[in-house]
């Protein structure tokens, strides 16, 4: 499962076009796999604009996000 989340980018949710006032170098974002039974988990992203959490299942050999919740945090 740390494939799909490992590789995650960290951008913003925005369009690609808008400028974000938040320097890329302090595009900090952490994962935590919060659990793991058979084929679903959870994890929460945190970044610099939002905490994350995700649900996800395992089809396959492949981890998919089949559920994200999210809460903007505070300036």
Not at 8 to 30: F, M, Q
Not at 41 to 68: M, S
Request: glycine share 10%.
């Amino acid at each position: 499962m740390t494939d799909i989340l490992g590789g995650w980018p960290g951008r913003p949710a925005c369009h690609p076009r808008i400028s974000v006032k938040t320097p890329r170098e302090k595009w900090d974002r952490s994962v935590r796999v919060l659990d793991v039974t058979g084929n679903v988990a959870v994890a929460r992203v945190e970044t610099p604009w939002f905490v994350d959490y995700f649900h996800l299942g395992r089809f396959g050999d492949r981890w998919v996000i089949v559920n994200a919740m999210w809460q903007p945090k505070g300036r």
